[in-house]
């Protein structure tokens, strides 16, 4: 069946340090894949997306490329800033209308 | 404009009792859905409702799990007799359309749900 890995968190880093999420895919077909964010205290939103294989999706100086042959869609962020701590999701859209959404990785950045 | 909204924002019940939670969809949004985030885990798809075609229900967990959506707009999901197995955050969401295309579910802040 599809599913979605993501790295366990909690992640903790130093502003202006360098960030990524490790996510990883199992899917039938073509996928569009997402990661979604998550600030304390309010719901989901849509950070970026990519709907095909090498696709880069970007965002608020996030960026996820959607690799097939490693079946990845990794988040890197190059400097990230305390206002960054959230919890972020990735996920995968192979059709229907079913989106599969990992467990999550909190990130907390220290100033 | 207005996003989502849910209420109540936290909601403690007692064991055996029974719990209506309420999702306001964006306005124009044809499809609506329902998970559950617990501690830890990702989101648990719960229920998925589009235009007045009948609701997906493949995710519900058990038969006191309910939810209906009253003119194509409102949302309610009722848990009947909860168990502390209940006690997570539920999470409504709405998109422009769900099936056949790559769209954007708008999240509410969620309703976190406390069973003593």
């Known amino acids: 069946g599809n599913s979605v890995t993501q790295m366990e968190g909690p992640v903790t880093l130093s502003e202006e340090a360098f960030l990524t999420i490790n996510c990883t895919y199992t899917?039938?077909?073509?996928?569009?894949l997402f990661w979604y964010v998550q600030y304390p205290g309010e719901g989901l939103q849509l950070l970026l997306k990519?709907?095909?294989?090498?696709d880069k999706g970007s965002n608020k100086g996030f960026e996820a490329t959607y690799r097939k042959e490693t079946t990845s869609f990794h988040l890197e962020k190059g400097s990230v800033q305390v206002s960054d701590s959230a919890v972020y999701f990735c996920?995968?859209?192979?059709?229907?209308?079913?989106?599969?959404f990992g467990a999550g990785t909190r990130l907390f950045v220290k100033a | 404009g207005a996003g989502v909204s849910q209420s109540p924002s936290n909601k403690v019940t007692e064991k055996g009792k029974d719990v209506e939670l309420r999702c306001d969809p964006i306005?124009?949004?044809?499809?609506l859905y329902w998970y559950r985030q617990s501690l830890g885990q990702g989101l648990e798809f719960l229920i998925y409702?589009?235009?007045?075609?009948?609701?997906?229900k493949s995710g519900l967990p058990s038969d006191r799990f309910s939810a209906e959506r009253t003119g194509g707009s409102v949302s309610t999901l009722t848990i009947q007799r909860t168990q502390q197995e209940d006690s997570a955050v539920y999470l409504c969401?709405?998109?422009?359309?769900?099936?056949?295309?790559?769209?954007?579910?708008?999240f509410g802040p969620g309703t976190r749900l406390t069973v003593t």
């Open positions: 969401a709405s998109s422009v359309t769900g099936t056949g295309s790559i769209y954007e579910q708008y």
């Open positions: 899917a039938t077909g073509y996928p569009s």
């Open positions: 990519a709907t095909k294989a090498d």
């Open positions: 996920a995968l859209y192979t059709g229907g209308f079913k989106t599969i």
């Open positions: 306005s124009g949004h044809t499809a």
């Open positions: 409702f589009q235009g007045n075609s009948a609701p997906d």
